[in-house]
């Protein structure tokens, strides 16, 4: 079996952390959208918050793909990095943009992370 | 030392708290009280319950704009509500005054003057706010005993009557006094009123602002007129320049707020820097009064004493904050003094009775213009005590700007002339620290009277001057549009244009390293620097850089019985209230917009208020609003 041809499939751990992620960016995401519209609000209008807009929404499309999807597993472990990343930068934004909200957001999304790596490696089968 | 001084001071408020004299629980002026001390007695909000605070009540007026050089044009509000006649009144930059109930923030009436909505002196429209008289012999059933005045850009004092928000027509004419009759270069620009007038028993000091920095040589006479405060009729006139300058010179105008000592009926003028306000060559006749604090029989306009703070001023470093005057007891002594905050980032602290120092001014050298047919002076009055708030030399290059800028910054810094504090505007281009926007900015500083502490906020800015040969100036602003030519002064009349501008990176970011802005505490009694902190925050895109950064400050503090300090000021749309022993932030909120006002605080029905009006500069950032918002503790 070549493992570039392999899919993961992510076990239930593993879902029920990406769930958690998924969660926690949604809740991001509306967060930051509220935020960025609302009148004379601190941080409205502003490039940061759009930035933190964009990555929550890139962090829930990742987690439901690596919750809920099949893929190959270069790519899922690419994925899993990638959230980590995105969960790591947008809690620093959340940080700067004074934004409990959207970093207690993170911190959640951050367990989620860890309980669903927790779950192990996911089951592969062949493609 | 400060952490003794710090120990000392709370002794001191300790004891003295008790005994603090019983002070209107109004906010009668623009600075509080006439003596600009910026002080109340209202005891109810203490540094235990001041987290507490919730939003009492909030307007939005409709007054601003964000619309640059147009019609409407941008707007800047500046205006401290006052509260007196159990009415809090607050001018709009639109110069409409809003009547509140003081309680509920619900509209008693407004006035609306229908004035244009054009910037014809200033990069927008803004106002102060507005100022109170009361007959001293009300009749009873006779409106306009107790009146309230605007003033506009096109140089038109608006008396109102307090209760019913008409016009007083036995004011002037129907009620408005057009300053502009005064004018002695008529055809130049208004003498725009945009400072509330001071009100002093039956007479209105009156000081104007206008275009000085752009317009050169040929500008109306900075003169100061003292008004019957019931009949608008001219009382005296101050000639602030002699008659042989005025053909080459003009402004050195009181623009800002003044004060006044009520025991002697002296008036204090912040006077402002002569016109051209970059190069002085055309203007080589001594103007004592120009840049100066200048105090003035309020009765009759008769100079008192006058005291320079910048000779031949090339800098534009208007005196430009009401002088705060308080007592200061010293080797067993009560002096009555007066603190003038400055651009230039000195405290003067002068003998208000006859304008000779507490602590020694001392004559230095400094760096001499290189210009032909300037006349600059070769020493400038300096100050150690108290410590300046902006020291000598400046912070240097800031390192995450010029990476960002792939060195921009450093490369400019390079052409410029730069040495020290007073370096000459020049033609390569000069690095000033502090420049023009100081410094301390218009709001001045705060007194507590009860034990001798005045507080300030400040500003670190850094801006370039170059000066333009005439021909170069024509070519490098011909086809500019008005905004992108902003920065270029005509200086019209003398052989010089000036270019005058932020030290920003082309990112927008500023090439001085931080702090950008703080706020300390002194100790009057020996000088001594109490304490002093980075001030607000500065955000990019959003994000708060740190704390210990601080904000380029616009706004002045205001200070309670109780040991608070309320403060807007910075550029991150917040209000604070800070402890006045220790210089921490208490409590913070969110408003709309930078609060670049005055806060005022009164007590009405028993329930202390603190007012601030959100309204932005655009000097700041560009967001501006209209909000006035009340802060009190909940019922």
Same mark, same amino acid.
């Given at each position: 079996?070549?493992?570039?041809?392999?899919?993961?499939?992510? %076990?239930?751990?593993?879902?029920?952390?990406?769930?958690?992620?998924?969660?926690?960016?949604?809740?991001?995401?509306?967060?930051?959208?509220? %935020?960025?519209?609302?009148?004379?609000?601190?941080?409205?209008?502003?490039?940061?918050?759009?930035?933190?807009?964009?990555?929550? /929404?890139?962090?829930?499309?990742?987690?439901?793909?690596?919750?809920?999807?099949?893929?190959?597993?270069?790519?899922?472990?690419?994925?899993?990095?990638?959230?980590?990343? %995105?969960?790591?930068?947008?809690?620093?934004?959340?940080?700067?943009?004074?934004?409990?909200?959207?970093?207690?957001?993170?911190?959640? /999304?951050?367990?989620?992370?860890?309980?669903?790596?927790?779950?192990?490696?996911?089951?592969?089968?062949?493609? | *030392?400060?952490?003794?001084?710090? @120990?000392?001071?709370?002794?001191?408020?300790?004891?003295?708290?008790?005994?603090?004299?019983?002070?209107?629980?109004?906010?009668?002026?623009?600075?509080?009280?006439?003596?600009?001390?910026?002080?109340?007695?209202?005891?109810?909000?203490?540094?235990?319950?001041?987290?507490?605070?919730?939003?009492?009540?909030?307007?939005?007026?409709?007054?601003h704009s964000n619309k640059a050089f147009g019609v409407p044009a941008e707007t800047?509000?500046?205006? #401290?509500? @006052?509260?007196?006649?159990?009415?809090?009144?607050?001018?709009?930059?639109?110069?409409?005054?809003?009547?509140?109930?003081?309680?509920?923030?619900?509209?008693?009436?407004?006035?609306?003057?229908?004035?244009?909505r054009?910037a014809?002196?200033?990069?927008g429209m803004?106002?102060?706010?507005?100022?109170?008289? !009361?007959?001293?012999?009300?009749?009873?059933?006779?409106?306009? !005993?107790?009146?309230?005045?605007?003033?506009?850009?096109?140089?038109?004092?608006?008396?109102?009557?307090?209760?019913?928000?008409?016009?007083?027509?036995?004011?002037?004419?129907?009620?408005?006094?057009?300053?502009?009759?005064?004018?002695?270069?008529?055809?130049?620009?208004? *003498?725009?009123?945009?400072?509330?007038?001071?009100?002093?028993?039956? *007479?209105?000091?009156?000081?104007?602002?206008?275009?000085?920095?752009?317009?050169?040589?040929?500008?109306?006479?900075?003169?100061?007129?003292?008004?019957?405060?019931?009949?608008?009729?001219?009382?005296?006139?101050?000639?602030?320049?002699?008659?042989?300058?005025?053909?080459?010179?003009?402004?050195?105008?009181?623009?800002?707020?003044?004060?006044?000592?009520?025991?002697?009926?002296?008036?204090?003028?912040?006077?402002?820097?002569?016109?051209?306000?970059?190069?002085?060559?055309?203007?080589?006749?001594?103007?004592?009064?120009?840049?100066?604090? #200048?105090?003035?029989?309020?009765?009759?306009?008769?100079?008192?004493?006058?005291?320079?703070?910048?000779?031949?001023?090339?800098?534009?470093?208007?005196?430009?904050?009401?002088?705060?005057?308080?007592?200061?007891?010293?080797?067993?002594?009560?002096?009555?003094?007066?603190?003038?905050?400055?651009?230039?980032?000195?405290?003067?602290?002068?003998?208000?009775?006859?304008?000779?120092?507490?602590?020694?001014?001392?004559?230095?050298?400094?760096?001499?213009?290189?210009?032909?047919?300037?006349?600059?002076?070769?020493?400038?009055?300096?100050?150690?005590?108290?410590?300046?708030?902006?020291?000598?030399?400046?912070?240097?290059?800031?390192?995450?700007?010029?990476?960002?800028?792939?060195?921009?910054?450093?490369?400019?810094?390079?052409?410029?002339?730069?040495?020290?504090?007073?370096?000459?505007?020049?033609?390569?281009?000069?690095?000033?620290?502090?420049?023009?926007?100081? +410094?301390?900015?218009?709001?001045?500083?705060?007194?507590?009277?009860?034990?001798?502490?005045?507080?300030?906020?400040?500003?670190?800015?850094?801006?370039?001057?170059?000066?333009?040969?005439?021909?170069?100036?024509?070519?490098?602003?011909?086809?500019?549009?008005?905004?992108?030519?902003?920065?270029?002064?005509? !200086?019209?009349?003398?052989?010089?244009?000036?270019?005058?501008?932020?030290?920003?990176?082309?990112? +927008?970011?500023?090439?001085?390293?931080?702090?950008?802005?703080?706020?300390?505490?002194?100790?009057?009694?020996?000088?001594?620097?109490?304490?002093?902190?980075?001030?607000?925050?500065?955000?990019?895109?959003?994000?708060?850089?740190?704390?210990?950064?601080?904000?380029?400050?616009?706004?002045?503090?205001?200070?309670?019985?109780?040991?608070?300090?309320?403060? +807007?000021?910075?550029?991150?749309?917040?209000?604070?209230?800070?402890?006045?022993?220790?210089?921490?932030?208490?409590?913070?909120?969110?408003?709309?917009?930078?609060?670049?006002?005055?806060?005022?605080?009164?007590?009405?029905?028993?329930? !202390?208020?603190?007012?601030?009006?959100?309204?932005?500069?655009?000097?700041?950032?560009?967001?501006?609003?209209?909000?006035?918002?009340?802060?009190?503790?909940?019922?």
């Amino acid at each position: 079996m070549r493992l570039s041809n392999s899919i993961a499939i992510p %076990d239930r751990p593993s879902l029920n952390g990406a769930r958690l992620i998924a969660i926690a960016a949604a809740v991001g995401f509306v967060i930051c959208l509220v %935020d960025y519209f609302t009148p004379h609000g601190a941080i409205a209008h502003q490039w940061g918050t759009l930035l933190v807009l964009v990555s929550t /929404a890139l962090m829930l499309w990742a987690s439901s793909w690596i919750g809920f999807g099949t893929m190959p597993h270069r790519l899922f472990t690419l994925f899993r990095v990638l959230i980590i990343l %995105d969960i790591l930068g947008t809690a620093v934004c959340a940080y700067f943009l004074e934004s409990t909200t959207l970093l207690v957001c993170m911190v959640v /999304a951050l367990i989620g992370w860890i309980w669903h790596l927790a779950g192990g490696a996911p089951r592969i089968s062949a493609s | *030392m400060l952490k003794t001084a710090s @120990i000392a001071l709370a002794a001191a408020m300790a004891l003295g708290a008790a005994s603090a004299s019983a002070q209107s629980q109004n906010w009668g002026t623009y600075n509080g009280d006439l003596m600009a001390q910026k002080y109340s007695t209202a005891a109810q909000i203490t540094p235990q319950n001041v987290k507490n605070l919730k939003i009492a009540w909030q307007i939005h007026t409709g007054d601003h704009s964000n619309k640059a050089f147009g019609v409407p044009a941008e707007t800047y509000s500046e205006a #401290t509500p @006052i509260f007196v006649n159990n009415t809090v009144y607050i001018g709009t930059p639109f110069y409409r005054i809003f009547a509140l109930q003081p309680d509920s923030g619900k509209v008693k009436w407004i006035f609306d003057p229908h004035e244009p909505r054009k910037a014809l002196t200033q990069p927008g429209m803004k106002s102060r706010g507005v100022a109170y008289w !009361q007959s001293a012999n009300p009749q009873a059933g006779q409106p306009c !005993q107790k009146i309230v005045y605007i003033g506009s850009m096109t140089a038109k004092l608006y008396a109102v009557d307090a209760d019913s928000g008409k016009l007083c027509t036995g004011f002037a004419q129907n009620g408005v006094l057009n300053i502009d009759q005064w004018n002695t270069a008529k055809g130049t620009w208004p *003498m725009s009123i945009l400072q509330p007038p001071t009100v002093f028993k039956n *007479m209105l000091i009156i000081g104007w602002a206008g275009k000085d920095w752009a317009i050169g040589s040929h500008a109306p006479a900075g003169n100061v007129f003292g008004v019957d405060a019931a009949t608008g009729k001219l009382k005296w006139t101050f000639n602030v320049l002699p008659p042989e300058a005025v053909k080459t010179s003009g402004t050195a105008n009181v623009w800002a707020s003044m004060s006044v000592d009520p025991k002697t009926g002296i008036v204090y003028l912040p006077v402002s820097s002569p016109s051209p306000n970059y190069w002085g060559g055309n203007r080589k006749e001594k103007l004592p009064y120009a840049t100066s604090i #200048t105090a003035l029989d309020s009765q009759t306009g008769k100079v008192v004493w006058s005291r320079q703070l910048v000779h031949h001023d090339i800098w534009d470093y208007d005196t430009n904050s009401a002088p705060v005057l308080m007592d200061i007891k010293k080797d067993g002594q009560t002096i009555p003094a007066l603190v003038q905050s400055t651009k230039q980032g000195f405290l003067f602290v002068l003998n208000r009775a006859t304008g000779e120092p507490i602590y020694p001014i001392t004559e230095k050298p400094v760096p001499r213009s290189d210009i032909p047919g300037e006349a600059d002076s070769p020493t400038q009055p300096y100050v150690s005590i108290p410590q300046p708030v902006v020291p000598d030399k400046w912070n240097g290059i800031s390192r995450i700007s010029d990476i960002a800028s792939g060195g921009q910054c450093t490369r400019i810094f390079k052409k410029l002339r730069y040495d020290g504090r007073f370096t000459p505007p020049s033609l390569q281009g000069s690095l000033e620290y502090p420049p023009t926007v100081g +410094g301390v900015e218009w709001g001045g500083g705060a007194a507590d009277p009860v034990h001798g502490i005045y507080v300030v906020n400040n500003s670190y800015t850094a801006q370039i001057y170059q000066l333009l040969s005439r021909k170069d100036y024509d070519a490098k602003t011909k086809g500019m549009t008005q905004e992108e030519a902003a920065d270029y002064y005509p !200086q019209s009349g003398t052989p010089y244009g000036v270019y005058v501008h932020n030290f920003f990176n082309w990112l +927008g970011m500023p090439c001085w390293a931080p702090p950008y802005g703080s706020l300390s505490a002194y100790d009057m009694t020996t000088g001594k620097l109490l304490w002093k902190k980075p001030f607000g925050e500065v955000q990019w895109w959003g994000f708060y850089m740190p704390k210990s950064w601080g904000s380029v400050t616009i706004g002045a503090p205001i200070i309670t019985k109780t040991g608070l300090i309320f403060i +807007g000021a910075s550029m991150d749309s917040r209000v604070r209230a800070v402890d006045l022993k220790t210089g921490k932030v208490l409590w913070k909120a969110d408003v709309d917009a930078p609060s670049v006002a005055i806060p005022a605080t009164y007590i009405y029905k028993g329930k !202390q208020y603190v007012v601030f009006s959100a309204g932005g500069n655009p000097l700041l950032t560009p967001k501006i609003s209209d909000q006035v918002v009340a802060f009190a503790l909940p019922s």
